[in-house]
Each structure stands twice: as C-alpha cells, then as structure tokens.
C-alpha cells in the first residue's frame, strides 16, 4: 500500500505541473505570476516548466517500477459487462455499485465495532439475567406499576414544585402521557410505561406538543436530546419512582435557562445558546461545549 500511495502523489504531483504549463500558456504568465515582460522571459518559463514536468515523470516512471502486478485478473463476473453499456445511465453503474460495495463494508466494520462496545457497556433497563427460566423471572417494577400508583407519584412530584404543572392523560392505553409546563419557558410531552419515561419531547412556551414532531427551535432540540440522556442516566428499575423523581428534579432545574450563566465560561450565550445543559449531580448549568467530558 505505501508503494501504491507513492505512484499515486508522483502522478497526482505530474498532473499539477502540466495544468500550471498550460495555465501558464494560456494566461500569457510566467512562473512568477506576473505580465512585465512575458514575451521577454516566456522561453525561460516554459523551460523551466518542461523542466520540472520531465522530473515529475521520472518520479511516475520510478514509482510504477516499484508496483507489483496482481498475481491473477480479478473475478468481476456480471460487472464486467456493465461497461459495454451504449447509454450514459448504464455506463454509470459501475461507479454505483463500488461507492455501495465501500458503504456495505464501512457499515460492516463499524457494526463490529459497536457490538463490541455495546457488549462491553450492558445498557440494559432491566435487572432481569439472560440465563433465568422464565418462569422463575421476576416482575420488572417500573414496567408493570399500575395505573393508580403511577397517578400517587405524578400528584406527589406536582405538589412539590409551584412552577411547574404536570397533568396526565391516558388516551389510547393505561400507560399515562405527561404533559409538563415549567412557568412560561417551555412545554413537555413525556410518556411513560408504568413508571419507566421511554420518550421525552420538549418545545417553547408557544408550541403544540406532542410526541411525534420536534421544536422549531434550536435551544428546545438541544434540551430534548439532554433529556434523554437524563431518562437513560437515572433510570433504575430496582427503584422506578426515585427513578422518576430524579428525573423531574433535573428537568425542573430548566426553570432559570435564560436567566442563568454558564458555570465554567461565565458566559449566559455561546453559539447564540444558553446553558442547554444541566450536571445530573449537582443540577449546575452549562453550555453543551463547556461541560465536563
């Protein structure tokens, strides 16, 4: 390969050199750029140019040498037809199929890559093992809490805070979709399974919310991916309803996102964004580039 890249900069370098020959015969310049005189020291130039042209050849010619020949012809079966296609769409083909052929690959090896992080890093929502009988299985908590229960948390968290309204509403299941407001800043669409929140939305003050189109605006995207980096950072399906009271106290702590600075940059907009993001210990604001890695 390292011979390969080699032949290719010397021809990539000689193909240079001829298109500044004929720039510079068409323009009338020399090597320098510039008009005085051109006629005067055009010879000079163009010798100079031949010149330098001559080596960039032998360099191609040396690089070449240095290649070693395929043991056997490639196998292409059907694809080596596809260039006698008369039409300009058929003669595209080919180039098709090799850009497809490098994603499928680059695809491939990035999938390997992340089952190996994946099973590196068990994010699994659920403290039940693989290898128990499913008989002896225990029941997942925040998947199966009923309705009543989950109502008594939601009542209790809305109790707790003056600023911020939570009311449920079940349309289509018993499973309860929260709409959330927090003062006049901002709207939240929040569904939950039990008590386990699988999908959280959040738009401006303005905004019809639902769980099926995001925010028109920046600032309120960028607290909706935050979001569900939160939803995934406390769950705990061993404790759902402490698991949905950390969460709603992270999200309360939005209450100040206009007003507040950044922790670490002092500064209340970068990038014409406030501190979109919120430490999940201490609730402290930042900018998504300001925060801790």
Known sequence: MAELQTALTA?????I?????FNSVGSGQGVDGGEDNSMTNFPRDLQEFLSTIASRVRDVEQAVNTLEPTPEPFDLPSMMYLGQHTTQEGQAFHDTLVNTYRWIKDVEEKSDVAQTLLNQN???RSYLTAGRPVKKRLRTASHNVPPE???SVIMTINRLYDDMTITISR?????????VTLGHILKAVIACKGLLIESVVVKGYGESTDLWTESRHEVFKKLTENAYAAML???SPTSPECSVISFMDWFHSFTNLFSVPCKRCGLYLHNFLPPTWRDFDTLEPYHQECRAS
């Open 11 to 15: 021809i990539r370098l000689l193909r």
């Open 17 to 21: 050199s001829v298109r500044q020959l």
């Open 122 to 124: 068990s994010m699994t």
């Open 149 to 151: 229960q989950v109502d």
């Open 171 to 179: 349309q289509l299941s018993s499973n309860a979709v929260l709409h």
């Open 233 to 235: 950072q406390f769950d």
